[in-house]
């Protein structure tokens, strides 16, 4: 804990925060020297967006104070925050889909002229001057929902200067970025710390923490950890202060001969909603015992391509065999028959429920099979027996979880529980989309071994994934995906990032 000083854009000191009888902050402080960036590390759970929503006013603090440049700050809710000049960039975003980015980010914060009549002429100026001075590209005229996730946070950052943020909190803002966004994204935020604004960012990549962050507080289980200076800490030593274990960065995997082949995709072609093909003539074999990765930037066909194998989008010409039974066009629960399980990216979307209980989603998709059902009534017995399994094996907090509601676990949690469920079916293709977005290095190394687990145990693995790292990391085959083709193939000892990084972005082999 340091002195109250102006030097400080934000203290934060002695924060406590309770859920219900869970004490999820447990005397927290947090010091952040005025045009710094600072990023905020820790498990899944650990604390990190419930203390930044105290920051921003979304929750209030049981106990502990906040000082801004050196002064106390009552924040009681986030229109007190944003009039303190503190803005915040959450893990999902805020924006209304229909809207333009203009009227998104001038929503709630309207420039009136005399007779109270929404001056937009002026607003827009404001909005063009913020975005040159920072340099960031945006059309103001797009609406919201033909973005692409890059832009729209693009969107959320300027509608927080445009209320003239001081502190900017961003919560996870890379999970859901490419490669490139990333680095336009650092590019942002350098710009506004030369400005001599702060930036607090909470990321569970350390190799961002240390590409950004000048400093760092580490927090585990609430309690605060260490805070330190970034350049003295590794990768791994900022990993091992926040799991408070030994930890592999790399997932140790031996070699192993794949056996026959177990799904395959021949000549598949598939139409986007708007009639274009989106993948083209595309073949593919994964072999038990394999894990076959499809490396590629979002929007070259992946989501086609999972459509069709999933029986929701129709296939033009090919076809897909699994277990040697072609499966296309037809419907989900025949794919899902057919034993392919299938961990989806967006797990709010897709992956389950908010508003039920974290037991009924553990058993959604088997709610009306036995054990659970038994003459069309639920056993709630057999149903709380296998979603204890499931927490205990995939260790999800807090372990008395099972009869909340699965919006109230962190993000890491809620996916952990997805992707017990889903090996649970005991499937011989498991799809993993994304599989560790937004979860801490702990949890990815569980969820690393556990793919290699099920490979070793002879299963079938498609991992599609954004992250070239992970690609790299863990699979055995490594496909590139471009414009719905696949244009490239490596064993994983054959792949070298460079040439999978320039096919990724269209270019040649021999280029
Ligand atoms: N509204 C809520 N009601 C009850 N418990 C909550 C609520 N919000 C969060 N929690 C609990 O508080 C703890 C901290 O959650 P928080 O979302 O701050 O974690 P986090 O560090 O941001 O995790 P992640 O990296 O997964 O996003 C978790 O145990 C979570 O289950
Ligand atoms: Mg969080």
Known sequence: MHDISREYAVQMHGITKYFGPHKV?????????????????????????????????MYSADYGKIYLSGQEAHIGNPSDAISQGIGMVHQHFMLVDKFTVLQNIVLGNETTNFFGVLNMRKAKKKVLDIIEKYGMKVDLKEKIKNLSVGMQQKVEILKALYRGSEVLILDEPTAVLTPMEVDELFETMNSLKQDGKTIIIITHKLKEIKKSAETCTIIRKGRLIDAVNVDDETEQSLAEKMVGRQIKLFVDKQDRVPGKTIFEIKNLSVRCERGIETVKNLSMKIRSGEIYGLAGI??????????????????????????????????????????ISFIHADRHKYGCVLDMTVADNAIMEKY?????????????????????????????????????????????????????????????????????????????????????????????????????????????????????EIVGEFRQNESDEQKIGLLMAGGKEND
């Open 25 to 57: 902050l447990d005397n927290i402080d947090l010091d952040i020297k005025k045009g710094k960036i600072h990023a905020v590390l820790g498990e899944n759970g650990a604390g990190k967006s419930t203390l930044m929503s105290i920051l921003y006013g």
């Open 298 to 339: 979002e929007g070259n066909g992946q989501t086609e391509l999972l459509q069709c194998i999933l029986g929701r989008r129709h296939a033009d010409a090919g076809k897909i065999i699994m277990n040697g039974k072609e499966i296309q066009n037809t419907d989900i629960k025949n794919v899902l028959d057919s034993k």
């Open 368 to 484: 009306r099979e036995k054990p659970f059902s038994v003459n069309g009534f639920l056993n709630h017995e057999e149903r709380d027996k296998f979603t204890k399994q499931i927490i205990e094996t995939y260790d999800i907090r807090p372990t008395n979880c099972s009869h909340q509601k699965i919006r109230n676990l962190s993000g890491g949690n809620q996916q952990k529980l997805v992707i017990g469920r889903e090996i649970a079916n005991n499937p011989d293709l498991l799809i993993a989309v994304q599989p560790t977005r937004g979860l801490d290095v702990g949890a990815i190394e569980y969820v690393h071994s556990t793919l290699v687990n099920l490979r070793d145990q002879g299963k079938a693995v498609l991992l599609i994934s954004l992250e070239l790292d992970e690609i790299l990391n863990l699979s055995d085959k490594i496909a590139v995906i471009y414009g719905g």
